[in-house]
């Protein structure tokens, strides 16, 4: 399961959401104010509570490579600054987060943070080494498209630190209505991924 996900993530910054004096952020994603009640531990509380594997998607789109790499620190450092945080928010113990993603959709213009590929790859291989090197035993995806213009240049630069690439697209025609598509609509493009 994968958090916080979402055009959302790319204005998360991820301190705001854990320890006890949290406040309010603005939403720049979707226009509202974001309580930060449920942060980092509680998502990866509740994963382990219902058995899925936390998946942490974290913000290419304001945040930077540092906090990205902190990041990893909270949630899999045995020392340092980021795992004194941890424990003095109630987990001793390393939170284990295994599989991190590298942004959202920051090729698309909606996003905040919009990176054509040419700053994109160069982002990912940055964050990437980063993420590795607080925690070499994570595996990585980064956002892409399913497209040889995105992607390849995407894997040339970077895939030597990736271990998947997280493929963004919307299958269904009625994406950008507020309306829900007929049943044999849906299942009709349930292929589409895979195909991509």
Request: hydrophobic share 35%; glycine share 10%.
């Amino acid at each position: 399961f994968r958090w916080p996900g979402g055009c959302y993530v790319s204005g998360y910054h991820w301190e705001s959401g854990v320890g006890k004096d949290r406040k309010p952020t603005d939403d720049m994603a979707w226009g509202v104010l974001e309580p930060n009640t449920c942060g980092t531990d509680e998502f990866v509380k509740l994963s382990r509570l219902v058995g899925w594997e936390p998946t942490i998607c974290n913000n290419a789109g304001n945040g930077t490579v540092q906090e990205i790499k902190n990041w990893v620190e909270y949630c899999n450092g045995k020392s340092g600054r980021y795992a004194k945080m941890r424990e003095e928010n109630g987990h001793a113990k390393p939170l284990d987060v295994n599989i991190w993603s590298i942004g959202n959709e920051n090729w698309g213009r909606h996003e905040i943070g919009y990176k054509p590929i040419e700053q994109w790859a160069p982002l990912v291989l940055e964050a990437a080494k980063a993420m590795r090197a607080a925690d070499p035993s994570i595996q990585l995806s980064a956002a892409a498209l399913p497209s040889r213009e995105w992607t390849l240049p995407l894997l040339k630069m970077a895939g030597q630190y990736l271990d998947y690439v997280s493929i963004h697209s919307y299958w269904l025609p009625l994406h950008q209505e507020n309306d829900m598509p007929e049943y044999l609509t849906c299942i009709m493009n349930a292929e589409g991924p895979e195909q991509a």
